[in-house]
Nanobody, 121 residues
Framework: QVQLVESGGGLVQAGGSLRLSCAASGSIFSIRDMGWYRQAPGKQRELVAAITSGGSTNYVDSVKGRFTISTNNAKNTVYLQMNNLKPEDTAVYYC???????????????WGKGTLVTVSS
């Protein structure tokens, strides 16, 4: 069974740093794109950062210069390095990946269960 498992969330003071990890596991034939979304209380889920299989990256304006997305293709893992965190970064962060299972010819959108990031002022 293909799945994504996040880790690395927690409580941090404003100005601090956290590194989120998301590992894909199971019978995976190929991974196309990976990304991080977040959802704050009372708000819609938004894309924070994304990276293609070719290494192109995209960030929401509010995190540019502070967050960095990267991958370890050998480990099927995507990371989100978050620096200079602000209270408005507080949210549940979800990992997302477009993956093709070995049992399918199609790419499927997968989601992790989320990890909570809380930034105190």
């Amino acid at each position: 069974q293909v799945q994504l498992v996040e880790s690395g969330g927690g409580l941090v003071q404003a100005g601090g740093s956290l590194r989120l990890s998301c590992a894909a596991s199971g019978s995976i034939f190929s991974i196309r794109d990976m990304g991080w979304y977040r959802q704050a209380p009372g708000k819609q889920r938004e894309l924070v950062a994304a990276i293609t299989s070719g290494g192109s990256t995209n960030y929401v304006d509010s995190v540019k210069g502070r967050f960095t997305i990267s991958t370890n293709n050998a480990k099927n893992t995507v990371y989100l390095q978050m620096n200079n965190l602000k209270p408005e970064d507080t949210a549940v962060y979800y990992c997302n990946a477009a993956m093709r299972p070995v049992s399918s010819f199609l790419f499927v959108d997968y989601w992790g269960k989320g990890t909570l990031v809380t930034v105190s002022s």
